[in-house]
């Protein structure tokens, strides 16, 4: 969905299912994509990363798919736990001069008992 | 090994007024970032520093917001005169070097009154 005024995407899942995030980065020459996981009160967390070269990488219940075609980002969480809810953010490495983390603007994610 | 420490955790001023925002990255770590998240939103980079000199301001309100790294270790972000627009968490993040192991602090609220 959209996000409208400070309102956030949401996705409710069930404790237990697979929950997907998508992110949509915004420039084709980026190589580098970091997901993030933030809690309220907190920093961003780092899940998992992928480099341009690859379009899919696992983690422990957690993959990340990169199509670079459409520049496309997805999370892939499995058997979702209570402990995943909290906001999703996708980031991209933009290649220049420097290094930096550019952030998208973030899924809340829902886990209902 | 010790995280990014951020201080204070809180802070509520009134417009006009001035803040001064801390933070004492991981040790060793030569690249320093200072990133604005608006509630609702992905955090915005401010300005990155490598070792103690500035590799992009450009998307830091000059006429207001000033930081530094004068020894290249701990930094201060200040904000002057602050306005309501202000209101956000500011984090702070480090990396040993490039992109790779970008750790965040815990942020520090500001709430503009």
């Known amino acids: 969905g959209e996000s409208v005024g400070l309102h956030l995407p949401t996705l409710s899942v069930q404790e237990g299912d697979n929950s997907i995030i998508n992110c949509a980065y915004s420039n084709s020459a980026s190589d580098y994509f970091i997901w993030y996981k933030q809690e309220s009160g907190k920093g961003p967390q780092f899940i998992i990363d992928i480099r341009s070269n690859m379009d899919k990488r696992q983690g422990q219940r957690v993959t990340v798919l990169l199509n670079k075609t459409v520049k496309h980002l997805s999370l892939q969480i499995a058997a979702t736990q209570p402990g995943d809810s909290a906001v999703y953010f996708c980031a991209e490495n933009q290649v220049d001069s420097s290094y930096k983390l550019i952030f998208g603007s973030g899924t809340r994610l829902l886990v209902r008992p | 090994e010790a995280g990014v420490a951020q201080s204070p955790r809180y802070k509520i001023i009134e417009k006009r007024q001035s803040v001064a925002f801390w933070c004492n990255p991981i040790s060793g770590h030569a690249t320093l970032y200072w990133y604005q998240q608006i509630l609702g939103q992905g955090p915005k980079l401010l300005i990155q520093?490598?070792?103690?000199?500035?590799?992009?301001d450009s998307q830091l309100p000059k006429d207001r917001f000033s930081a530094e790294r004068l020894k290249g270790v701990d930094s201060t972000l200040k904000i002057q005169p602050a306005k309501l627009e202000d209101s956000a968490v500011y984090l702070c993040?480090?990396?040993?070097?490039?992109?790779?192991?970008?750790?965040f602090g815990s942020g520090t609220r500001l709430t503009v009154v």
């Open positions: 520093f490598q070792n103690n000199g500035v590799v992009d």
């Open positions: 993040a480090s990396s040993p070097t490039g992109i790779y192991g970008y750790t």
